[in-house]
């Protein structure tokens, strides 16, 4: 007699029946890639949270998240991605690399004063496709950001690199940072295509709601969206205060908006090592010595 596939017992005699199983379903490369990014509600920051995604002309990843994450980027021929110098690991042979001053003679010079290099490194795919690899110089994440026609404001050491569309331009950020010792300028990157920014420690995100205002240390900034107001400010009202507050410069934001904070501090943690240094003061010929 005839058996109903979706019977798990034989009516007659009680026998379990064994079904061959059946192989999962993988859905198509091209339909996994055209997913919805999943992002929270009201957020300006469009994260893929798979880690991965596709501009024009190139894919990325990005491997060994957390403490010492690896942004990889997959160029089609002729295809580039921007990067600040230095910010390469490896690359395929064919791939050629250009540095260029970004904004002229006076953009490099504003990139200068900001703290960052005066040049801009290129990476084109020649003669087939090929590969970038790009990481910080300290340990952290690294978080792929795909831009949609948008503006955010980005801590100058955490701009990592982004699609060669993008418009980054270096900003002044306030007269009382400089007097904080916490940087200057912030770059301002606008536009549309993949944006890579880097974090000491892990990136935390924090969106306000409209009127509401929130503190931020300078040193745990990432990026904010551009139009967010802020004014910078010591963290404890008058100088003794702040001193024994132990906390320096502050950012206070006003909703509504998206900002990114970095949950480690490299100054404070640079501070922390510092005792365990040698100094050049110390007595004895042996030993290391280390300039200030």
């Not at 906390?247 to 509504?256: L, Q, R, T, Y």
Request: net charge neutral; with cysteine.
């Amino acid at each position: 007699m005839p058996v109903n596939p979706d019977a798990k017992f034989c009516g007659s005699c009680g026998f379990t029946i064994q079904t061959a199983a059946q192989p999962a379903q993988v859905p198509p490369a091209a339909a996994y890639q055209q997913q919805p990014r999943q992002t929270p509600a009201g957020g300006a920051f469009h994260f893929d949270q798979d880690g991965r995604g596709q501009g024009r002309g190139y894919t990325w990843r990005i491997e060994h998240p957390g403490s010492f994450a690896l942004a990889v980027v997959n160029l089609s021929p002729e295809q580039s991605i921007s990067a600040e110098a230095g910010a390469m690991v490896s690359m395929s042979a064919n791939v050629e690399l250009q540095s260029e001053m970004k904004g002229g003679v006076f953009g490099a010079l504003k990139r200068a004063v900001g703290g960052e290099s005066a040049f801009v490194s290129t990476f084109t795919s020649r003669g087939g496709p090929g590969e970038v690899t790009f990481a910080p110089g300290a340990p952290g994440d690294v978080a792929g950001i795909e831009m949609s026609n948008q503006t955010f404001m980005v801590q100058s050491s955490s701009y990592l690199a982004g699609d060669t569309s993008l418009v980054v331009d270096t900003k002044f950020g306030g007269a009382r940072s400089f007097f904080g010792g916490e940087g200057l300028f912030v770059l301002s990157v606008s536009g549309s295509g993949l944006l890579l920014v880097s974090s000491f420690g892990a990136i935390h995100r924090k969106t306000l709601a409209p009127g509401e205002r929130y503190v931020i240390d300078t040193g745990h900034l990432v990026a904010w969206e551009g139009h967010m107001q802020y004014n910078l400010r010591k963290a404890a009202s008058g100088f003794f205060k702040s001193f024994l507050s132990g906390e320096g410069m502050v950012a206070e934001f006003s909703g509504p908006g998206e900002i990114l904070i970095q949950t480690r501090n490299l100054a404070a943690f640079a501070g922390l090592l510092k005792p365990f240094f040698p100094s050049q003061g110390g007595g004895g010929g042996g030993g290391f010595s280390f300039g200030s």
